[in-house]
């Protein structure tokens, strides 16, 4: 079996494929819209390293390669447009799978103190990567939605209320990274009242 080249030269005039074998500008909404996606995973892959080399984080770790993967199946969706998506066979966001990320936001914030103040994305440098994601899964909902209203293609099944909760996830994740790890959480304190 010969190996594949990394580099094709198909992309070298500025366009992409997509999985059904369309091309498109490198510029077009969807390629943003994916590359968004795929910045947030690798973001997510960031706090995953750093996790491996703290505190014991081995229960995190494994719900977040979940949710790496969550993230290559909406990617792949993302990558086909809309109406070649079944012909692909293309894994998606289950409504299952939003359901347990609701479960285990619910999970992680019932062992959190009660917010009474806004506090500051920062922290512990595990925490302050969780909220690079937390800001930047707001980054991909607001493409979505973008992506959506420009060109009225139909959205990943469950997609869009997936990254929703993501980056809630992500909020009460960090919260409870810092608290585990002795550290008190940075709040806001206005300039000027």
């Not at 799978?97 to 595990?126: C, R």
């Not at 994740?173 to 008190?184: D, F, H, I, P």
Request: hydrophobic content about 40%; some cysteine.
């Amino acid at each position: 079996m010969t190996k594949s080249k990394i580099y094709t030269f198909t992309g070298d005039k500025g366009q992409t494929g997509l999985v059904s074998g369309s091309r498109v500008s490198k510029a077009d909404l969807r390629i943003d819209l994916y590359g968004e996606v795929d910045e947030l995973n690798s973001r997510l892959g960031y706090v995953v390293a750093l996790m491996r080399v703290g505190k014991d984080f081995s229960r995190d770790i494994s719900f977040l390669e979940t949710i790496q993967s969550a993230l290559f199946d909406l990617g792949s969706n993302l990558a086909c447009e809309a109406e070649k998506r079944s012909e692909w066979k293309l894994p998606s966001i289950t409504a299952a799978g939003v359901q347990q990320l609701e479960a285990e936001i619910d999970w992680i914030d019932a062992g959190l103190p009660v917010l009474k103040n806004f506090i500051l994305p920062g922290g512990t440098p595990v925490a302050a990567a969780i909220h690079l994601c937390r800001t930047s899964a707001r980054s991909v909902e607001r493409r979505l939605v973008l992506f959506n209203e420009d060109t009225g293609e139909a959205l990943p099944e469950n997609g869009l209320q997936y990254i929703n909760r993501l980056s809630d996830y992500f909020f009460v994740l960090a919260r409870s990274v810092n608290k585990r790890q002795g550290l008190s959480e940075p709040l806001w304190v206005p300039q000027s009242q």
